[in-house]
């Protein structure tokens, strides 16, 4: 029994080993976990060993032909939130957490479907990365960008397998910023490199910041045509408030009658909508904590949607056995595990950067670029990125080769899209939130598959492979 059992243990390393997997990050089998046909790993990557600083990481291979699929990362925004508790484990991953908290379910729609997905969580500060010097957690775009340049480099180096396969970057909301920095830091390190270059594809974002005043002006503008504030307010805030003005670091500079009206708008829409998706009920925190703890299936459902699972997945990941079976938190931080970091100081001015320019040098990389929008996210709404993706094609003399229209998905509209110059695409997802994935789950696969697989949207309503 004992000989038997070694030789097993070997073929599983020696397999793992040739295929270019690091065998001490595998996860065998997470808590509650249905059984399933594709791997897992998870663990750290040292991106700077002097200072102590890593980045966690959890991939997760394809369900069919992992070895042939490329490689999708995925980054959550904030600043500051977690890809583990968003894209993994909420939205796009291949599990949810159960309703007591302790367990978890299949994700029917999940993206490893369609390709091998990367979640880091990501700066150091957020979720279970970490630095032993606290000066590391007042950082920004910049410091955010090398270190995720270094990240890909080093976990390329765990995963060599991966090293010329297509790669593609995706996020959504402050994503915006991190990918595209992200991919310009790539394709700086291609322009530079003689040997090894990142094999980059394409770059999605989804209901992404791309620049801070128009997205701002939208969310009012949001507010007004979905009838959540008056006639009076909304043309008060169109009278007097100059968004141009509008930044993060003191976005009450506009004139006083216009944060008069910014204040009564808030006011108006009011704490019981979910801003990031106003078709959506809330979920009441002090309620399902005490059913987590009672050990009740709390889950409250909303036009088909867990709206309590961001408690279910907070009381998942910190439990320690979770922890142990994803090789998280290895240095026993003082801290429990957040969706959103509360160590962190991050730049309150980055958030005013123009992104614009960094998806025009993307784009004349040759690079696909597809903006992608829930349409019932009043934070980072449609009506801004449309404006401005049509405005850069624009500025690029981009000629439209997919007019404006509807996308189709199981013989429904999906969405509405529109391409320019073969390489950007804007699309809407109907139905759809801030969190896209989560809130349409069959759509934004479609959407997804469609995207990896060099696939404009379907505009019949015939049936396509990604049905």
């Known amino acids: ?108 729609k999940s993206w490893n479907k369609a390709s091998n997905l990367l979640f880091v969580e990501s700066p150091a500060g957020v979720g279970w990365s970490y630095s032993n010097t606290t000066s590391d957690y007042t950082c920004g775009d910049a410091s955010t960008a090398r270190d995720m340049r270094v990240f890909m480099m080093k976990w390329l180096e765990k995963f060599p397998a991966f090293k010329s396969r297509a790669l593609f970057l995706t996020g959504e909301s402050y994503a915006g910023h991190y990918i595209p920095q992200l991919a310009v830091a790539l394709l700086d390190y291609n322009s530079h490199s003689t040997g090894f270059k990142f094999n980059l594809k394409g770059v999605a974002i989804g209901n992404p910041l791309l620049r801070l005043d128009r997205d701002s002006a939208a969310t009012y503008e949001f507010f007004w045509s979905h009838g959540m504030i008056s006639d009076e307010i909304g043309l ?137 929008s829930g349409d019932q996210d009043s934070v980072v709404p449609l009506l801004g990125s449309r404006t401005l993706i049509r405005e850069l094609a624009q500025e690029m003399k981009f000629k439209i080769t997919v007019p404006f229209g509807a996308w189709f998905h199981k013989g429904q509209v999906g969405g509405w899209a529109t391409e320019y110059g073969n390489l950007l695409t804007f699309a809407t997802v109907r139905g759809a939130a801030h969190m896209v994935p989560y809130a349409q ?27």
């Open 236 to 372: 008060t805030i169109t009278k007097e408030c100059d968004f141009d003005d509008y930044v993060y670091a003191s976005p009450h500079n506009v004139s006083f009658s216009c944060n008069q009206a910014l204040s009564e708008a808030n006011s108006i829409v009011g704490e019981y909508i979910n801003n990031y998706d106003v078709i959506l009920d809330v979920c009441y925190p002090a309620i399902v904590e005490q059913e987590l703890r009672l050990r009740r299936m709390a889950t409250k459902m909303s036009v088909g949607i867990d709206v309590c699972m961001t408690y279910e997945r907070s009381f998942y990941f910190n439990l320690p056995e979770v922890q142990k079976a994803l090789h998280a938190n290895r240095t026993g931080l003082n801290y429990r595990w957040t969706m959103c970091s509360g160590v962190l100081n991050y730049s309150e001015t980055d958030g005013n950067i123009d992104i614009l320019p960094l998806l025009k040098r993307i784009v004349q990389n040759s690079i696909p670029v597809w903006v992608f």
């Open 441 to 467: 789950p069959s759509r934004a696969l479609h959407l997804f598959s469609s995207f990896v697989r060099g696939r404009r949207l379907p505009n019949t309503t015939r049936p396509s492979i990604d049905d």
């Open 1 to 108: 029994m004992g000989r038997w059992w070694f030789w097993a243990l070997f073929g599983v390393v020696l397999v793992l080993s040739v295929n270019g997997y690091p065998e001490e990050d595998l996860v065998v089998r997470l808590p509650g976990q249905p059984e399933v046909g594709f791997r897992q790993f998870a663990g750290y990557v040292d991106v700077d060993v002097k200072a102590g600083r890593s980045l966690f990481y959890y991939f997760v291979e394809a369900e069919d032909d992992p070895d042939t699929k490329a490689l999708t990362l995925w980054l959550n925004g904030g600043p500051g939130c977690s890809s583990m508790g968003g894209g993994a484990f909420t939205e796009l991953g291949p599990f949810f957490p159960s309703g007591d908290g302790r367990g978890l379910r299949r994700n029917s």
